[in-house]
């Protein structure tokens, strides 16, 4: 009598389970536009000067600090952080600086809202000076082609506020 053996299907089973791994670390802007951008260009160059880049696609992330809709489309200001996994933006203190995003079709600012991660591909278009508190600040500005807006993470801390101490909550 033929015995099967079970380690096909083991195989078959890692093989399904390494494609669907490989699949959910795939970069959230797309391979084309991505193979347009100059691994030499950082986030930090174009920031400072960006008119020295006018016309390069980048990739930046980050997160949005103000969204309006505007006759030219939808404005985004973001504050840049550096990207980690799949170019979503870290959660760190670090940043190489402000730029504006021009999507040139509506968004709804309730949900590019502030606060929200965002990764964008797009063209440096040059530079666009804004107030910014009692200074004018020059922001690149990046005509956007791709946008991904990256899901709310969820806090699984749990806070009782019948069991408030002082000015703080007591975390159980």
Known sequence: MLRRS????????????LWVSMIGCAPVISKQLREQV????????????????KGE???????????????EGTLL???QRPSGLREKPKDVDT?????LALVDHYLDVSVYAKDRAV?????????????LGE?????????????HLWPVEKSNTY???SFQIGVGYLYW
């Open 6 to 17: 079970k380690y096909p299907t083991f195989f078959k089973l890692m093989t399904i389970i």
């Open 38 to 53: 100059k691994p030499n260009i950082t986030a930090g160059d174009v920031l400072k000067n960006p008119e020295n880049y």
């Open 57 to 71: 696609m980048v990739v930046l992330s980050g997160v949005i600090i103000e969204s309006e809709n505007t006759k």
């Open 77 to 79: 200001k973001v504050l």
């Open 95 to 99: 940043s190489e600086g402000r730029f």
């Open 119 to 131: 990764t964008i591909g797009g063209t440096i278009q040059g530079m666009r000076t804004l107030p």
């Open 135 to 147: 200074i004018q600040y020059n922001y690149p500005l990046i005509n956007v082609k791709e946008i």
């Open 159 to 161: 806070t009782n506020p």
